[in-house]
């Protein structure tokens, strides 16, 4: 017989303090990333910092580029997937210096790590609407805006958007929307070599019952047609134009198909799931996988939508990013 003893849950690996890492701020040195991402997948991050000041941020930056070694912000960790080696840079988190929100009329000004669904909460809360479609978005203000991160009815973040603070290597500056490029998933914040701090947005107004009837019907629509009870970093694959990376991949015969642990969702084929156990190696070869059962069935090349964090050259599944520039 068993004897039903109860393991308990190991406890999060912090990784160690860094030395030489500016005072005052800790700096822990290769800490696991498994735990900072949606997908539950990932190596170490060489150095990891939650500062609590954009001081500290900036201190950060600058002490990052005299080692030198890259610096990665990490949002909510819902569009990423982090190689099983590990990622050799800074990763900062800035729930701790960028969390505040501030209603002004109509228009919202909140930190860069501030989770969509609690500002379109927050919002409604104000009985103010536009970010209705945000509600199950598991994303940061920051990293959504860095992604126009939207819905399939084409609403998404960048045409709310008024102003938004960056910190660059110029220090920090506020860009007016007129200044933004937004197109499907994509816009001009993205490889820009900055980090958004805050964003203004201009809402609406709708009765608070409106707004929350049409945030419980989405969220509603998501629990019936997404794996959400399972690892996975939301769609995998970009709709190309005028179709459904999905529809292409089940077309293609690819529902179910597993490399390793990792799995193609049998509910929506354009998710990767798995038990706790995949690799960052396991996704990627599956999605190089469906790339090419797609490409040979429809003749469409997939472009990922999660991006790669790991060590150069990126798995075949993931096409030579554009070159980050300087601000
Ligand atoms: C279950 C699920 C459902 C999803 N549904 C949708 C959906 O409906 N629509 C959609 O668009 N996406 C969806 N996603 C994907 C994801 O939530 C979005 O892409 C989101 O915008 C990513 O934000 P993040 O903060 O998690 O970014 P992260 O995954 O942490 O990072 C992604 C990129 O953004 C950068 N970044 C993060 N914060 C900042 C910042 N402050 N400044 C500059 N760059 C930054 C990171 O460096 C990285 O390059 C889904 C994901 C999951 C897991």
């Not at 960790?77 to 929100?101: H, K």
């Not at 090419?292 to 939508?305: F, K, N, S």
Request: some cysteine; charged content about 20%.
């Amino acid at each position: 017989m068993m004897s039903g003893v109860q393991h308990p849950t190991p406890p999060p690996d912090p990784g160690r303090l860094a030395a030489g890492a500016p005072p005052g701020i800790e700096v822990r040195a290769h800490v696991p990333l498994a735990r900072h991402t949606y997908l539950r997948i990932g190596g170490p991050a060489r150095y990891f910092a939650e500062p609590h000041t954009l001081d500290d941020v900036a201190r950060l930056i600058a002490w990052a580029r005299a080692l030198p070694v890259a610096v990665r912000v990490l949002g909510g960790g819902s569009n990423i997937l982090v190689a099983d080696e590990g990622v050799d840079a800074l990763v900062i988190t800035l729930r701790r210096a960028c969390g505040a929100t501030r209603f002004d009329g109509t228009r919202v000004t909140a930190g860069a790590a501030v989770m969509l669904p609690a500002l379109a909460r927050a919002a409604a809360a104000e009985g103010l609407s536009g970010l209705e479609f945000a509600i199950g978005i598991p994303g940061s203000l920051g990293g959504a805006l860095q992604t126009n991160a939207g819905i399939g009815d084409g609403r998404s973040i960048g045409p709310l958007l008024d102003s938004v603070e960056v910190l660059g290597t110029r220090g920090t500056r506020t860009l007016p929307r007129a200044e933004l490029r937004f197109g499907y998933r994509e816009s001009s914040l993205r490889g820009a070599g900055v980090m958004v701090i805050a964003a203004t947005l201009q809402l609406g107004t709708r009765p608070r019952v409106a707004i929350e009837a049409e945030m419980r019907r989405l969220l509603a629509a998501r629990g019936a047609s997404q794996p959400t009870a399972q690892p996975n970093a939301g769609s995998v694959f970009r709709n190309p134009p005028g179709d459904h990376a999905g529809r292409l991949i089940e077309a293609a015969g690819c529902k179910g198909l597993t490399v390793g642990a990792a799995r193609v969702s049998e509910l929506h084929a354009n998710f990767i799931v798995h038990d706790g156990h995949a690799t960052a190696r396991d996704v990627a070869a599956l999605m190089h996988l469906v790339h090419q059962r797609v490409l040979a069935h429809a003749g469409v090349a997939l472009v990922p939508e999660v991006e790669w964090w790991g060590p150069a050259p990126a798995p075949p599944a993931f096409p030579a990013p554009p070159a980050p520039q300087d601000d």
